[in-house]
């Protein structure tokens, strides 16, 4: 079982930054990959980056530029930095963790509001 705890979320002005952390503990595979997702009122959750425990991500295409995702595999501890942000970055933030070896696994948060307005 894993446990994720998230913090650092908030309200903030568009054009500001904000920055996420996802703690995970329990039982934590060393292949996996850790990842952000955001879900904004009226629409499905998204992948908004992804990170796997050789340090590569991968980022939605609205992000990419602005967000940055890092992990610390000593601490087993995600990061989502944002900068430049807008009101359509709004939406809840749900840290995720998957494995698909030697079993699969898919937990979550259970999410963080970012708010982006003036």
């Known amino acids: 079982q894993v446990q994720l705890v998230e913090s650092g979320g908030g309200v903030v002005q568009p054009g500001g930054s904000l920055g996420l952390s996802c703690a995970a503990s329990?039982?934590?595979?060393?292949?996996?990959?850790m990842a952000w997702y955001r879900q904004a009122p009226g629409k499905q959750r998204e992948v908004v980056a992804t990170?796997?425990?050789?340090?590569?991500?991968n980022y939605a295409d609205s992000v990419k530029g602005r967000f940055n995702i890092a992990r610390d595999n000593a601490k087993n501890t995600v990061y989502l930095q944002m900068s430049s942000l807008n009101p359509e970055d709004t939406a809840v933030y749900y840290c995720?963790?998957?494995?698909?070896?030697?079993?699969?696994?898919?937990?979550w948060g259970q999410g963080t509001q970012v708010t982006v307005s003036s």
């Open positions: 329990g039982s934590i595979f060393r292949l996996n990959v």
């Open positions: 990170i796997d425990s050789g340090g590569r991500t």
């Open positions: 995720n963790y998957q494995t698909t070896w030697p079993l699969k696994y898919d937990y």
